[in-house]
Nanobody
Framework: QVQLVESGGGLVQAGGSLRLSCVAS????????MGWYRQAPGKQRELVATMPSAGSTDFADSVKGRFTISRDNAKNTVYLQMHSLKPEDTAVYYCHARVTNWSLRTNNYWGQGTQVTVSS
């Protein structure tokens, strides 16, 4: 069993900053990729940023230059630092991890989501 727990969402004014955190725990052997997706009301879930264990990060065009992603592999934690937030960034943000468990099976896991609301 693998769990992802997010924290750090909230209400912020346009132009402000927030940092999201996500901790993975459970029967983890390794984590290939960790990242963040978001879903606004009436829209499909979309990629925000991903970070593999090795290699380059990937960002949605809409957040490039404003958001950064980082990982602490020793803590199985991924962070999303968001700056210059805009009302259109308002969404539920979901943590994602591609995890190989103790049985050496690889699956995708999702957190429960954390609300980010940006007021104009």
């Amino acid at each position: 069993q693998v769990q992802l727990v997010e924290s750090g969402g909230g209400l912020v004014q346009a132009g402000g900053s927030l940092r999201l955190s996500c901790v993975a725990s459970g029967s983890i052997t390794s984590i290939a990729t960790m990242g963040w997706y978001r879903q606004a009301p009436g829209k499909q879930r979309e990629l925000v940023a991903t970070m593999p264990s090795a290699g380059s990060t990937d960002f949605a065009d809409s957040v490039k230059g404003r958001f950064t992603i980082s990982r602490d592999n020793a803590k199985n934690t991924v962070y999303l630092q968001m700056h210059s937030l805009k009302p259109e960034d308002t969404a539920v943000y979901y943590c994602h991890a591609r995890v190989t468990n103790w049985s050496l099976r690889t699956n995708n896991y999702w957190g429960q989501g954390t609300q980010v609301t940006v007021s104009s």
